[in-house]
């Protein structure tokens, strides 16, 4: 979608998957990396809290925090 729409940059990558963050999160190429400023996501497996951070950590995305929510946990990284 980020090529097909031509985008420049992103803002903020909002995801709220219900189970399937890792699909989307695979599914944006290394390029379009680069476009996104902000991702607030909530990841409802606390297994993959560690594993996604250090997945966006290592997409250039620095600042982590994260909260526990009633249903799932939140994360908001940024550059």
């Known amino acids: 979608m980020i090529a097909t729409e031509k985008m420049k940059f992103i803002d903020l ?6 189970l399937v963050d890792w699909e989307i999160l695979n599914g944006v190429t290394g390029k379009d990396w680069e476009r996104i400023r902000q991702v607030a ?15 966006l950590k290592d ?3 620095g600042h982590v925090a994260s909260s526990e929510l009633k249903m799932g ?7």
Not at 13 to 18: C, G, P, T, V, Y
Not at 41 to 55: C, G, L, R, T, Y
């Open 41 to 55: 996501m909530e990841v409802h497996v606390a297994s993959d809290v560690k594993a996604i951070s250090q997945f």
């Open 73 to 79: 946990t939140g994360l908001h990284l940024g550059h």
């Open 59 to 61: 997409r250039g995305f």
């Open 13 to 18: 990558l909002k995801l709220d998957a219900e």
